[in-house]
């Protein structure tokens, strides 16, 4: 199976032409929240017709999975906890969406919404209860913010990881966790786009402007990820939990 990881598109429709364009070499295309941007001067309901035609458009390439992030709270909630209901209707098509499990090939697929305060944490964790695959499955989370205490959340100067989420890996030991919203983690000193945390293997895709997001390919079958960004491309093993990933001089024997 190989997974096709972005995140942190923010609106930057150029990106999103590259990926629908990258699609059909992968079994999944994940986004990992953000996709919406709050200070656009393209307000954000216009902002969701455009993205949930990308959505769409990619889903009849091959399967999509996404999850919400800060930006992309454009509702409240009864609870007046802030939320984005918007996802649902793409579930509706057929799209993985917050709050959902799907079973994509052989791995069951969890997308955990961006929680805007207590109540909506709370139930990410029953969510999350409910949702242990049977059977010793492969589990693999969506999850826009990286846990705390991991390269993947270190912004430079500190850490933004989530305490909520690292409480949870620790507890129900997915195998892999796609997360973003850290932009600069993958590209300073002491970050990283990739972390073992206890069992599970945790990604961070970064964020750079220009055409082509920073991106990660997944290929589960062969056990290996593939960070790929303007400062180059790394890979790492994922079947050695020591390993550390290594610079390559060109694109692995996987779709570019």
């Known amino acids: 199976m190989r997974i096709l990881v972005v995140s942190d598109l923010h609106y930057a429709l150029k990106q999103f032409d590259w990926l629908k364009a990258r699609a059909p070499g992968f079994d999944l295309v994940v986004i990992a929240g953000d996709l919406l941007e709050v200070s656009s001067i393209v307000d954000r309901r216009a902002q969701l017709v455009v993205v949930s035609a990308y959505l769409r458009q ?14 992309d709270l454009t509702d409240r909630r009864a609870d007046g906890e802030a939320a984005a209901a918007w996802q649902s209707d793409l579930a509706r098509d057929g799209i993985l969406a917050d709050g959902n499990s ?30 242990v695959p049977s059977n010793g499955q492969r589990w693999l989370w969506l999850y826009h913010a990286p846990p705390s205490d991991s390269v993947t959340a270190w912004g430079g100067a500190r850490s933004f990881g989530d305490v909520a989420l690292r409480g949870w890996i620790e ?39 220009g055409p082509e997001p920073a991106h990660i390919a997944l290929d589960l079958d062969a056990g290996r990820a593939y960070w790929v960004s303007m400062e180059g491309t790394e890979s ?17 024997a996987i779709p570019a």
């Open 58 to 71: 990619i889903s009849q390439l091959t399967r999509v999975a996404i999850c919400s992030g800060n930006h």
């Open 102 to 131: 799907q079973q994509v090939g052989d791995v069951c697929v969890t997308a955990c919404p961006w929680w805007d305060g207590p109540a909506t944490r709370d139930e990410i964790g029953v969510f999350l209860q409910g949702s």
């Open 171 to 209: 507890k129900f030991s997915p195998d892999w966790v796609l997360a973003g919203h850290v932009h600069q983690a993958p590209f300073v000193k002491d970050g990283g786009w990739v972390d073992r945390v206890d069992q599970t293997w945790v990604f961070n895709t970064g964020q750079q402007p």
């Open 236 to 252: 790492i093993d994922l079947n050695d939990p020591s390993a550390k990933p290594i610079p390559l001089t060109e694109w692995p």
